[in-house]
């Protein structure tokens, strides 16, 4: 059985202010861009082989506003300790430094980093477990 491809949408009122948090922080490369798409401006970032990718997207003339809550959070697993350190240095190199996480259980084995719209990304080193 194939596995579907995840796109995760939202808006921003600033989609390139998001791409240094995104493309030069988390590593994710640009695959895909529209201006003026029946009113919108979008930017879709992923990785090659990741079943899954980013959109943000600004409607013309209107206020698309921030994160509606500290907890709204993507969550990366990274198992491997090297690879975790790596991308945690990655970002700060980009320029971004980890923040509090609202909820403490985060901030036991990741770190969390906050985009320019105030969302949060949770960089942690465990597996998942199902």
Not at 109 to 120: E, K, S
Request: proline content about 9%; cysteine-free.
């Amino acid at each position: 059985m194939s596995v579907p491809v995840l796109r995760v949408a939202r808006p921003t009122n600033n989609p390139a202010a998001l791409l240094p948090f995104y493309r030069d922080g988390l590593g994710f490369a640009v695959i895909g861009q529209f201006t003026d798409h029946a009113g919108f401006d979008g930017l879709m970032l992923g990785h090659a082989r990741a079943p899954y990718h980013l959109e943000f997207t600004r409607e013309h003339g209107h206020a698309a506003g921030g994160a509606p809550s500290p907890e709204h959070l993507l969550v990366f697993y990274l198992p491997d300790a090297d690879a975790w350190l790596a991308a945690v240095d990655r970002m700060r190199r980009a320029g971004f430094a980890p923040v509090p996480a609202h909820n403490p259980y985060w901030d036991q084995h990741g770190l969390t980093f906050q985009d320019p719209d105030g969302y949060r990304v949770v960089l942690q080193r465990a597996a998942w477990e199902r």
